[in-house]
């Protein structure tokens, strides 16, 4: 194959990478789980508005990164640039094999559950075939996102409609119910009627509940080398974004508990199936629908940014160059995005949707806090380095005692779950070693990296791209993985 392509990876502040994609499955999910470890209607929707001002923290702190540190990557890339090479691929290897794949396997059995449930209205529907049709769903998508780019960001667009026809109408609903009176569980008297008596740890699981609604905040940086003035365009994302989320996600809350008791709401499969069933009489049909939609883009947006990760890793040599490549004429990194769909398919093979929503929820918190931290850092290292954007001392220092606070108890409270992700993380230990650090690795090794390279070349006919020179050098003369 010829070491050059038409042109680079065509990415653009256009696609499905921004602040857009963090509304998404989770609002339709993690209210049973919020409900659940909150233990009470009060505490829950106190757990909403709070997790939207952690989330502001944390995007104001990675606003100054990004246009700090100007490189495509987000958190990697961040970590890499100033705690070296083996944190930086720490947090990559956690991505590559827990978040992204997790999130991705969430995202699409949500989209099963709520396709599926209209056909089973008394019980669950069965884990043979949510299973199957997550996996065709995932399989569909990452062939679009294979075939096009552009197709991928068409997908995106027409399936926000979904996400927004499905708030915009369970809001509106839940507001002329409480008009009407119906509002017994939001009363103060009956809405801190504890479920079950709340532990510090439990609050802690209810946080991470909710911050996987919240999760796509740090989108944008994965794509700031495309984004138009960085300086004005990523603090405007954050001012308008953030809150409007919060409150979207609170009154979405608020509608739910307009209709369904608390009991009610965490017998759920599909809450705003309920929801609709409850309200919309004929027009129930709406909501699985409008909820499958939203899920159908989310998991197209994950795809995307979750490949471009890997991208930019094997452009650094913490991956294989394969990973780096991209097709000859749709320009499209298929290497990257077979990896995160098969990845994706293993797990949904394994764990409850609820564990697997504290699993990733806790890496992404430990990323995030490993970033923030590092942002201290580097104000330390590099006290003289011009700062388009410096936010105050106490942003990231306030959002770094409650990420402490936050994954102590939750790891005291779940202590599996959460472990068997740092377990997980730690293994990249040796593998960074051998795969990276290890330069002069025998002859056969480099000889059978390059085979395999070569095969996948040929296969999905992909080069490296034309903008990037240096890395058109030989895999032997690299010697790394």
Known sequence: LSTTAQGGVNT????????????????????????????????????????????????????????????????????????????????????????????????????????????????????????????????????????????????????????????????????????KGHYDALAPQTAFEFIKDPSVGQIALAFLQASFAYSGWNFLNYVTEEVVEPRKNLPRAIYISIPLVTLVYTLTNIAYFSSMSPQELLDSNAVAVTFGEKLLGVFSWVMPISVALSTFGGINGYLFTSSRLCFSGAREGHLPYLLAMIHL?????????????????VILCIGDTHNLINYVSF??????????????????????????????????????VFWAVLLGFSLYSEPVVCGMGLVIMLTGVPIYFIGVQWKNKPHWISSAVERVTYLGQRLCYVVFPQDDPSEIQPLTEKSEL
């Open 329 to 345: 004429k749709s320009c499209t990194p298929i290497p990257a995005l077979l990896v995160c769909c098969t990845a994706t398919i």
């Open 12 to 179: 653009s502040v256009n696609q499905p990478s921004g602040h857009c994609n963090i509304i998404g499955s989770g609002i339709f999910i993690s209210p049973k789980g919020v409900l659940d470890h909150a233990g009470s209607v009060g505490f829950s929707l106190i757990v909403w508005v709070l997790g939207g001002g952690i989330c502001a923290l944390g995007s104001l702190c990675y606003a100054e990164l990004g246009v700090t540190i100007p490189k495509s990557g987000g958190d990697y890339s961040y970590v890499t640039e100033i705690f070296g090479g083996l944190v930086g691929f720490l947090l990559l290897w956690s991505a590559v094999l827990i978040m992204y794949p997790t999130t991705l396997a969430v995202i699409a059995l949500t989209f099963s559950n709520y396709v599926l449930q209209p056909a089973f209205p008394n019980c669950l529907p069965p884990y043979i075939a949510t299973r199957l049709l997550a996996t065709t769903c995932v399989l569909f998508l990452t062939w679009v996102n294979c075939s096009s780019v552009r197709w991928g960001t068409r997908i995106q667009d027409i399936f926000t409609v979904g996400k927004l026809l499905a708030l915009v109408l369970i809001i509106v609903v839940g507001m002329i119910q409480i008009a």
């Open 363 to 400: 890496i992404n918190y430990l990323s995030y806090g490993v970033t923030i931290a590092g942002l201290l850092y580097y104000r330390w290292k590099k006290p003289k380095l011009f700062r388009p954007i410096k936010v105050n001392l106490l942003v990231p220092c306030s959002y770094l």
